[in-house]
């Protein structure tokens, strides 16, 4: 079976531009997450979807948001981009149940400039 | 206070060794735990989960202290490569009953196993 993918696996944005990312999660996985990892940290919380609503969101401000698709696969989208938001952009799939493992896709690579 | 806290190191040990990883967590309804494991620009990957019983895979073994909201990682006889970061991660659900949960990760231990 095919782990996580993501789209595009490197990204170059200028500030104030919009980008949209994309995940499609394990076969039979019906919820996706969405980490940002800067340089030196582990990963950070941004949003949750599981069954096509939105059930968990970061500390992260407006500019950021999310969707899923009736396939699970998700979108997330970032508007009016600052230099600070180049990191590393994960994607997790998972089922739900107990020990909640997720699995992470390669990521997206975004440099902001 | 950040959910998770662990020692970023780096440590670096010769093939062979024996190396200990020690990570806090900060809330106490933390409901699962796990360790990862993240290569240099890769993303991370499930290296196993942590049960209260305490886990052994091979050569790891991992330690779950919920009185003292302590996690460990032990890795028996280092291989080259074993070189990585090692991330303590703690599973929290916003909602009391839910299967579902956020990820908490702490900033990483790096461990370089040498020759």
């Known amino acids: 079976d095919a782990g996580v993918t993501q789209s595009p696996t490197h990204l170059i944005k200028t500030r104030g531009q919009q980008v949209t990312l994309r995940c499609s999660p394990i076969?039979?996985?019906?919820?996706v997450s969405w980490y940002q990892q800067v340089l030196g940290q582990g990963p950070q919380f941004i949003f949750q979807?599981?069954?096509?609503?939105?059930?968990g969101r970061g500390n992260f401000p407006d500019r950021f948001s999310a969707r899923q698709f009736p396939n699970y696969s998700s979108e997330l989208n970032v508007n009016a981009l600052l230099l600070g938001d180049s990191a590393l952009y994960l994607c997790?799939?998972?089922?739900?149940?107990?020990?909640?493992?997720?699995?992470f896709g390669p990521g997206t690579r975004l440099t902001v400039t | 206070r950040k959910e998770v806290e662990q020692d970023p190191g780096p440590f670096n040990v010769p093939e062979g060794a024996t190396v200990a990883f020690n990570c806090t967590y900060s809330n106490s309804a933390s409901q699962s735990f796990f360790w990862y494991r993240q290569d240099c620009r890769k993303e991370p990957k499930l290296l196993m989960s942590v049960y209260s019983s305490g886990n052994e895979d091979g050569r790891f073994t991992a330690q779950l202290n919920r009185a003292s909201q302590y996690i460990s990682l032990l890795i028996r006889d280092s291989k080259l490569s074993d070189s990585a970061t090692y991330l303590c991660?703690?599973?929290?659900?916003?909602?009391?009953?839910?299967?579902?949960?956020?990820?908490?990760f702490g900033r990483g231990t790096q461990l370089t196993v040498w020759p």
């Open positions: 997790a799939s998972g089922r739900s149940g107990y020990s909640y493992e997720q699995y």
């Open positions: 991660v703690v599973n929290m659900s916003p909602d009391r009953g839910s299967t579902l949960g956020r990820l908490y």
């Open positions: 076969s039979g996985h019906k919820s």
């Open positions: 979807y599981y069954e096509k609503e939105e059930r």
